[in-house]
T-cell receptor, first 114, second 116 residues
Framework: AQSVTQLGSHVSVSEGALVLLRCNYSSSVPPYLFWYVQYPNQGLQLLLKYTSAATLVKGINGFEAEFKKSETSFHLTKPSAHMSDAAEYFCAVSENQAGTALIFGKGTTLSVSS | GAVVSQHPSRVICKSGTSVKIECRSLDFQATTMFWYRQFPKQSLMLMATSNEGSKATYEQGVEKDKFLINHASLTLSTLTVTSAHPEDSSFYIC????????????FGPGTRLTVL
């Protein structure tokens, strides 16, 4: 069985500050991991995904995430937050690269203040 | 990336009526589509997997007679909430698997259902 835990339901940062959103996973098989962003009343947009090709994954909008097997983590980071980064972020796990039957974490709301 | 649309974006209906939500892949064919439900401030929960030309596979706890799914073509899946009640009010999101093109699933913008 697979599961995802996102630590911190709400993260607040100042514009220009480092963004760190935490995600830990549990999987009995090699996992495929995803980060999605959701803006209010919109669907999900894929930020990045880990497919075992490289442990450091770079995504859109300056985000990146590092897969650490020893820590079962896949934390999302961005060096400098922008006001437009304010949104809901979901970490998800799947048994395959296409991300079918995704298991989502509960989400983290990112607030960015000026 | 590939585009998935949903219609309507918002719907308000009276208790006891049925509501149909459409999910379309606009620029690719999707043999598999997924339907999710999202409660306010919560995560997405997979409701069912829809395969073109066959019956949908429902997740445990999802009433298949309540949430009718039809995937009649490679670009269209529909979710019909039958005899809707206020507890069915939620945000419904579909996604389509663009396996041949991108090997990932693309999400629609969601449909906000409010049952009065």
């Amino acid at each position: 069985a697979q599961s995802v835990t996102q630590l911190g339901s709400h993260v607040s940062v100042s514009e220009g500050a480092l963004v760190l959103l935490r995600c830990n996973y549990s999987s009995s098989v090699p996992p495929y991991l995803f980060w999605y962003v959701q803006y209010p009343n919109q669907g999900l947009q894929l930020l990045l995904k880990y497919t075992s090709a490289a442990t450091l994954v770079k995504g859109i909008n300056g985000f990146e995430a590092e897969f650490k097997k020893s820590e079962t983590s896949f934390h999302l980071t961005k060096p400098s937050a922008h006001m437009s980064d304010a949104a809901e972020y979901f970490c998800a796990v799947s048994e395959n690269q296409a991300g079918t039957a995704l298991i989502f974490g509960k989400g983290t709301t990112l607030s960015v203040s000026s | 990336g590939a585009v998935v649309s949903q219609h309507p974006s918002r719907v308000i209906c009276k208790s006891g009526t049925s509501v149909k939500i459409e999910c379309r892949s606009l620029d690719f064919q999707a043999t598999t589509m997924f339907w999710y439900r999202q409660f306010p401030k919560q995560s997405l929960m997979l409701m069912a997997t829809s395969n073109e030309g066959s019956k949908a596979t429902y997740e445990q706890g999802v009433e298949k007679d309540k949430f009718l799914i039809n995937h009649a073509s490679l670009t269209l899946s529909t979710l019909t909430v039958t005899s809707a009640h206020p507890e069915d009010s939620s945000f419904y999101i579909c996604s389509a698997l663009a396996g041949a093109l991108y090997n990932e699933q693309f999400f629609g913008p969601g449909t906000r259902l409010t049952v009065l």
